[in-house]
Structure formats: structure tokens, C-alpha cells
């Protein structure tokens, strides 16, 4: 019997069209991504979708299995309306087949109607089929009811794990012990990043060589061009322009950052009050230590928990977090405008402080968080989920003085600055200009 996943509710796993294995790729955000594909894939072909396999073999070489990040009863019971998930294929099923499961790669970025051409018939005939290197197989742009089940897995039923969680609040609690309001900065600026991103930072054949061991294929891109991630003093420098002043409470969510503590020693000097996961959580981070997905997990808790989310890349976390904090309640999201930023840096010395943050400021229009930013059908659904987000309608105050009666995101937990910037909201008065370090550079 063929179903398609225009039914209302999930099918019983007898009359699924077959087993649907997932083998997702990179690291714990990509891979996300690909969890959350799975089961919109799963959906579109009335498939029972096995719990998705986590990559072992990527960069990082984490051992970790989907149930050591997240909670695969939670996952399993929370989308049971939707798809029919099980832990493993039936040992009857298995025992039944002639051959083993098909394995196939689909091409990225597929359509609905691609999977039911390419991907049913061979499912209806052999009966379980593995999709392998799943990251970024299926299409950005959806059916309105598929984008409300991407958004259902991605912020609902992909929860961690206790242990994990506990260990973020713990994180978060000491951080707040410390001051009211924090920012994160998720500084990706690890080799696996510079090597693949095909950057160069000036450490001339040193840095060369120890990348050229990573770089597969990647060629070297231009900084004017964009596409490469900001320092970690580039980072603290924005933040200093943007107005966040030096005595703001920094969360740095990174992992084996390149050059070590000699290139985060300049964001140190600029925000002295500078914590990572490692200082916050000392010993109790021990347990998780050999497990790079799982350190990212509590980053990933830290930085959707703070007051304003800094990224310096445009990767898979800080597309993440940025939706995921749009659809909970448009917590702020500073995003890098690179390409006009990486021309403002290279240049910079030629032009005074007080030039260069007007500068900056205008080049991060449109890249700051503002609830007004996502539109429909506006770049990548993990960053932009508007399907997801109700809409209301602002009203004139009673005085008349109220915005324009546009639909705006609704987003009970944005808190505004009156006339402030987000960076003064978060700082003293402290003026930058006679900040010793700003000087120097």
C-alpha cells in the first residue's frame, strides 16, 4: 500500500512503506540539521524512522551515540503524531531480507518530490534503506506544515539529555552569580575551520603547513570576499565599537581555538571579564572532556540562555541559535557583517576611533537581532523558521505615539534599551575612547 505524507497523522509501523536509516555527518550542529531533515524525510515517504546514527568519523572523532546527547524517549514519544520512530529495525524485518539495507546518497538540498522519486520505489521494493552523509539533503524551502514539523524536532524534540542540561543550568547559574546579564560569543576558530574555510590569517608557513594537513580541496579565499570568520580580537574590537564597554560579562563558547591563548589574549584584554565553560565548570567537566558534541551541548545551552548571542561565522550553531532564539522570544543575535567589516578591519589604521565606530555601526545595520529582520521566505530556515513564529499586529497607543500598524514578530521575551544601545544596556559609561588597549590597536 502506498502512503504519502499528505495523511493527517503518522501511519502504524506495519503499514509504513519500510525502515528509514540516517547516517548524519560533521559535528553536533550539523548534525542536528540532519536529525531534523531525517524526520521530515521520514514523513514525506510514510516511512518508520530508525533513530539517526551520529557520525563517528568526522574531524573531531567523537564516539558519542544519539543517546548519549539527547533524550531518544523524549524524541520518540514527542513526535509519535507525526512519525513512527523505533530504535532499531525488527529483527524479523531483518531476518527476512534477502539483501542487506540499500545504501544511497542523495543529492543536497533535494526535494519533497525528488525523495518520492528517487528514494520510494527503492524503499517500497527493498524495504529498509540507509541514507549516508545526511547533512543538507533536503531543501530549504518547504511546505508550510513541513516547516512546522522541522521546527517541532529542531526546538521541541531534540532535548538533551539530563546529565548535559544539568551541567549547562550549572554553567549558566555561575555565570549569573556573577553578574545580571551576559553575552556570548561563539568564536569558531578552531583548524578544522581555517583549513576548510580556506582562510589565511598572516602566520605565514607555520600556520601554511599545519593547515595545508587539514585543507582537503579547499582553495584559498580573499578576506575582502567575506567568507572567512573574525578574529577573536576582530570580534572584541566590534563589540567595543558596537558599545559594549569593558567591564561586560563575556561567556566565549569555542573549542581548540588556533594559536591557543595567544590569539584569545586580545578579546581577554579588551573584556578582562572574560569566562569559558572550562573556568565555570572545572572539574565537573572532566566526564565530557574526550567528547567534542558533547562539549558543544553545553555551549549550545549557555549561549541560547544569554542576554546577547555574538557570533563571529556564519556556520551551523550560529544558524541555529539564531532561529532558535527568534522562535523562542527574539533574544538578540549579533550576526558579523564580514564583507563589510573585514574591509573596515584591514583598513582601519587609517582612520580614527570615533570614525571607525560610526562605521562599524552602519555596516551592522540589518545584522543586529532585530525582530524585524526575518521576513518569509528570507535565507536559510534554520536562521529565519517564520513559518513557526504567529504573527500579531501592533495597535496606536492611547497617545498616538506607536509604531506603524505592520505585523511584527510576536516576542514576549524581547526586552528593550529605550534609547540605548544593546551594548550600552549591557555596560558601564565607561567612555572607550581612554581604553588603554583600544589605544594600542
Excluded at 561567556?251 to 589574549?265: H, K, R
Excluded at 549561549?303 to 555574538?310: I, L, N, Q, Y
Aim: charged letters at 30%; hydrophobic letters at 35%.
Amino acid at each position: 500500500m502506498l502512503l504519502l505524507w499528505f495523511n493527517v497523522a503518522a501511519v502504524p509501523e506495519r503499514l509504513s512503506n519500510g525502515y528509514l536509516l540516517i547516517a548524519t555527518s560533521g559535528g553536533l550542529n550539523q548534525q542536528r540539521i540532519g536529525i531534523t531533515d531525517a524526520v521530515v524525510v521520514a514523513r514525506v515517504l510514510n516511512a518508520t524512522l530508525v533513530v539517526p546514527s551520529l557520525d563517528h568519523n568526522s574531524y573531531w572523532k567523537d564516539g558519542s551515540d544519539f543517546a548519549d546527547i539527547f533524550d531518544v524517549d523524549w524524541f520518540i514519544h514527542s513526535l509519535a503524531k507525526d512519525v513512527k520512530i523505533v530504535k532499531r529495525v525488527p529483527d524479523k524485518v531483518m531476518r527476512s531480507m534477502e539483501k542487506p539495507p540499500y545504501t544511497m546518497r542523495v543529492p543536497r538540498k533535494s526535494t519533497p518530490e525528488d525523495y518520492i522519486e528517487l528514494v520510494l520505489p527503492i524503499l517500497l521494493r527493498r524495504r529498509v534503506v540507509q541514507l549516508y552523509k545526511f547533512d543538507y539533503r533536503l531543501a530549504n524551502d518547504l511546505d508550510s506544515e513541513l516547516q512546522k514539523l522541522r521546527c517541532r524536532v529542531n526546538y521541541h524534540a531534540l532535548r538533551f539529555t539530563k546529565p548535559i542540561q544539568e551541567l549547562g543550568a550549572k554553567v549558566v547559574t555561575r555565570i549569573r552569580q556573577k553578574a545580571a546579564r551576559f553575552i556570548a560569543v561563539h568564536v569558531r576558530f578552531e583548524p578544522d575551520m581555517l583549513a576548510f574555510s580556506g582562510c589565511y590569517y598572516g602566520g605565514g608557513e607555520k600556520e601554511r603547513n599545519e593547515l595545508r594537513e587539514i585543507r582537503k580541496r579547499w582553495e584559498t579565499l580573499p578576506r575582502k570576499r567575506g567568507k572567512c570568520p573574525l578574529t577573536p580580537e576582530e570580534v572584541g574590537v566590534m563589540l567595543r565599537a558596537l558599545g559594549f564597554k569593558n567591564d561586560t560579562y563575556l561567556y566565549v563558547a569555542s573549542g581548540e581555538i588556533y594559536g591557543g591563548e595567544a590569539t584569545l589574549q586580545p578579546l581577554r584584554e579588551l573584556f578582562p571579564n572574560f569566562y569559558t565553560k572550562d573556568m565555570l565548570a572545572g572539574e565537573e567537566l572532566k566526564s565530557v572532556l574526550p567528547f567534542s558534541s558533547r562539549l558543544a551541548a553545553i555551549d549550545y545551552i549557555v549561549c541560547d540562555e544569554s542576554d546577547v548571542f555574538v557570533t563571529n561565522n556564519n556556520g551551523n550553531m550560529a544558524k541555529i541559535l539564531a532561529g532558535r532564539r527568534r522562535y523562542m522570544g527574539h533574544k538578540r543575535t549579533v550576526k558579523p557583517n564580514a564583507k563589510r567589516l573585514s574591509a573596515l578591519f584591514m583598513s582601519r589604521d587609517t582612520m580614527g576611533w570615533s570614525t571607525f565606530t560610526k562605521k562599524v555601526k552602519s555596516a551592522q545595520r540589518g545584522f543586529m537581532g532585530e525582530p524585524d529582520e526575518m521576513k518569509l521566505g528570507k535565507g536559510d530556515f534554520q536562521e529565519f523558521p517564520a513559518d513557526c513564529i504567529c504573527k500579531r499586529r501592533i495597535k496606536p497607543s492611547i497617545n498616538g505615539t506607536s509604531e506603524d500598524n505592520e505585523d511584527v514578530s510576536v516576542s514576549d521575551g524581547w526586552h528593550t534599551l529605550g534609547n540605548k544601545t544593546v551594548g550600552e544596556g549591557l555596560g558601564s559609561p565607561k567612555d572607550a575612547d581612554v581604553d588603554e588597549f583600544l589605544r594600542r590597536v
